[in-house]
């Protein structure tokens, strides 16, 4: 019974997430990192929104570890243009996931329940295989870091819902 964070970030909240997560959780943690890295330019973020519009997958850099050891993913994405990102689109649809428990955390600017999302992300991880138990999201403000004051006690409250 191992567990594992693995999350994309581009501009470090969703990472900051993931490693209030894999405290609470005392999880491995993996970042999924793209070949070819983004231009934080107004082409970059446009390209990006286009990409994710699309359901685009992008070309990753090899994890360090075979994730066939873990029983338990917890699964974290920013949310672009109203889907989830091309690093996720790509790990899960090159991921075998039968028999592993998923738990999706999702960072967002916006305040309303990313439900599309969560959707769109179900579906697909149980095409692969796995079965999504739970999903949170948290609210971030696009041009600051994470606020870990506020998102660590929303982690702390969801993983503690998990448990019980
Ligand atoms: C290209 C791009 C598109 C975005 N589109 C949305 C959106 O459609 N809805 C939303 O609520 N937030 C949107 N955001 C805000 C991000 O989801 C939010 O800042 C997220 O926490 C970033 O995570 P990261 O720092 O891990 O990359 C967008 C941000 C970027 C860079």
Known sequence: MKSAVVYYSWTGKT????????ELTGSDLFKLEEAKPRKSSTPGFLGACFSALMGGKSRLKPLAADLKAYDTIFLGTPVWAGHSVPAINAWISDSELKGKKI?????????????????????RTEAHGGKVMDSTFIQTVMKEPLDGEKARPVLADWVRSLEG
């Open 15 to 22: 990472e900051a997430a993931a490693k209030i997560l894999q």
């Open 103 to 123: 738990y999706l955390f999702v960072t967002q600017g916006d305040k309303k329940v990313p439900q599309a999302v969560f959707d769109s992300l179900k579906l």
